[in-house]
């Protein structure tokens, strides 16, 4: 009958399974929470990982009796586990805030590049134009100077046909008294 019982009634099965599951459970959990409290309650010696998280779910399925060592031991494990989670969702939460602070900051970066890139754009393009209106000057510089040096030719060859003319004047005018002087010369004579 007790076979019968065990092979065909599903929930007895269940409940002697779990009941088997929650001896292996606390046969592993009695040394541990008596070594934790012998040595001063230290974190290091707390179960972590998914050995924390079995604990936390044991105790809270668990309804038979625990000793206060046991209880402390699982609550404080489970008290370690959200500390981590909550420590590993901090660093994830940071990490993102890190990575969105560099992408504002490359995005200030390709802004401020992108200005200097235009300010230097339109800086040469200024240039180019002060070079042209420099060349323009340059240009119109030299065909003035050119205009100046022509009228300055010119005035020179003026300033030498006049003087040239005037030399000529004199010498006529040399002549005209040579040659009345020698009529009068001649007149005395």
Known sequence: IHESLVTHWPSLRRWREDHSEDASFLH???????????RGRPKGLLWAGDAAKEAELFLRRYTGE????????????ARELRGQQRRKKMLVVSGFALLMGLVAAAAVALVIVRRAQHDATAQRDTAQREAQRALLAE?????????????????????????????????AEADKQSTQVSLTDAESK
């Open 139 to 171: 240009t119109e510089t030299k065909q003035h100077l050119n205009e100046v040096q022509s009228e300055q030719r010119l005035r020179q060859a003026a300033d030498a046909q006049r003087a040239h003319a005037e030399v000529a004047a004199q010498r």
């Open 66 to 77: 625990l000793s206060t060592r046991e209880r402390d031991f699982l609550k404080a494990a």
């Open 28 to 38: 592993e959990l009695r040394p541990a929470a008596k070594q934790w409290d012998q």
